[in-house]
């Protein structure tokens, strides 16, 4: 990283540059004129202050990213409200700028991601603890839990894994979801996935771009809508398993919200799912 006429070159490879497509499709939709389905001023500060060429990932997806978002948010929304002072551990988090979106004045939050990635954010996006903290740490590397604090009970605790779960193998997802729901007893743990269709055309290179624009990093991981009960069964500690519906978008995005229901359009749609963990995980059958 250096800094030049007041703007930050950030050199990152791989699934960590990943994060500024995400932040770029933010920050896309947070600066379109009328209507929009984000507001995310800090994801606007950042692309502006970033030395990046970000016109190669496009703005395509910006929409369906911020309904993603959108969902995504109001279910962090809904731990902040229930538990008052709890803690949202954000793993891979990146650039993400959701502490703002969703900030109540008390919730606590930890981000955990590799230390390339925790080097770009702390410049950019300084911790200010004792509330808002980063790790440098694989979210495979349980050690991170111990951050978390021993003192706070597991239901004051949402583990996120946003954008995420998809480059890790299945085992290893669903091992962290697992050590997770033993970890924070009646906690929750919130991911999205891409479908299976759309993991196998990145792995046979058949949405690579033509003309060389960006070329996303290998997919590991991908599951249908359609099969998100089928997560329960990663540990007899998970008490359930939500499937979160996204919001409405504009022109052809209007029937996002039954998108689930429409079978062509099924096996294209990213999942987001909500799993909440037993209260007590002695007591798992
Ligand atoms: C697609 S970006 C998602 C960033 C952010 N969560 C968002 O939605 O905008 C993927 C992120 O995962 C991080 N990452 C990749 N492998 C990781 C690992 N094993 N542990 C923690 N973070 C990881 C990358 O550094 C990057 O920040």
Redesign the pocket.
Known sequence: MSEENGRIKVALEG??E??L???YN?AAEARRPGSRLLDDPRAVELVDRIDYPFERFGTAMAQWHALR?RCLDDEVRRFVAERPGGTVV???????TQFWRVDDGRVRWLT???P??VEVRRTLLPDDPPRRRSLA????DLRWMDEVGADVPGRDVLVTA???LM??PERDAKGLIAACAERFPGGRFLFDALPRAMVARNQAGAMDPADGGYRAPRWEWGMDVKEYRKVASASPYIAGVRSLRLGRGRGPYAIAPLSHLIPGLRALRMSIVAVRFREETGTAD
């Open positions: 699934v960590p990943t994060l497509w995400n932040l933010r978002v954000a793993l891979g988090e990146g650039l993400e955990v991601d590799l390339e990635t740490c694989s979210a495979l946003q954008g995420l480059y890790l």
